[in-house]
């Protein structure tokens, strides 16, 4: 399903590590390959321990396109790389499905209101600085073969019905298209054009204290702009759910 060689082929990327299975693609990265050079990447069909933000467990069913990918950059703004992650699963999305691929703030990716991709950009600190960060991202490739697990079938959805053959050239496309956000910066529009959640009430906590608010707009820090009662909010991080659903 996923070849290295390919893959380098298709990229500029010199370090690229095909598993089976492993834990989480997340820790093995921070556990193995620390101290390589930037974008270095460990690609798994499947996890056993997924993770995702807040500490959750990210189901991970076989077949799926679980990546980590080794950054080194000046600064730790961890809502940008993640967003810049989520045009580039956005773009592959759509040039492969040709689905209507919508980005939920911060770092989910949905068709047809199911989730298909969640992103997890984790910082390592050497005392103060920054020592590197893993972006890892996680997409419901291909329909897993017993379907999806009970505990998120009303939630995800996947990108396949069955294999394609293009698993390599999806990968591919994501790291393409993250350098090349990643490297000039232009990627805000792109994320805020494409926001599933503008427009939408939703729920929120804050200061442990849950509010419901309409968004209004994404601005460029990407943060969540929403109203309530006509008082303007900024979220630069938190949980959001949709209220109704």
């Known amino acids: 399903m996923f070849n290295a060689e390919r893959i380098k082929e298709l990229t500029q990327l010199t370090d690229v590590l095909v598993l ?8 093995f990265l921070k556990n193995n390959l620390k101290d390589r050079k930037e974008g270095a990447l460990v690609i798994a069909k ?7 933000r807040l500490n ?24 940008k790389i993640t967003a810049m992650a989520a045009v580039a699963v956005l773009r592959a999305v759509k040039k492969f499905t040709k689905k209507d691929a919508k980005i939920k703030w911060v770092n989910d990716i949905y068709v047809n209101h199911l989730k298909v991709a969640g992103i997890l950009t984790e910082a390592v600190f050497f005392g103060n600085k920054l020592e590197y960060l893993v972006l ?13 697990d009970e505990s998120i079938k009303n939630i995800a959805g996947y990108l396949f019905e069955q294999d394609t053959g293009i698993a390599n050239e999806f990968v591919s496309e994501i790291i393409n298209q993250f350098y090349n956000v ?17 427009g939408k009430t939703v729920t929120y906590l804050k200061d442990e ?3 419901i608010a309409k968004v209004i ?8 702009v929403v109203s ?6 900024t979220l630069i991080s938190g949980e959001v759910s949709i209220k109704g659903f």
């Not at 959750?56 to 809502?79: A, C, H, I, Q, W």
């Not at 309530?228 to 909010?233: L, P, S």
């Open 20 to 27: 089976e299975e492993v834990d989480s693609t997340n820790t």
């Open 46 to 52: 499947r996890q056993t321990n997924g993770r995702g």
């Open 56 to 79: 959750r467990t990210f189901v991970s069913e076989k077949n799926g396109l679980y990546m980590s990918l080794l950054l080194k950059p000046d600064n730790d703004d961890l809502t």
């Open 136 to 148: 890892g991202i996680g997409v419901n490739l291909v329909k897993p073969e017993n379907d999806l």
């Open 182 to 198: 990643y490297k000039n910066g232009n990627f805000i529009g792109e994320y805020r054009e494409n926001s599933y959640l503008t």
């Open 209 to 211: 204290k849950m509010y």
């Open 217 to 224: 707009d994404i601005n460029d820090d990407c943060a969540l």
């Open 228 to 233: 309530k009662d006509g008082v303007i909010t």
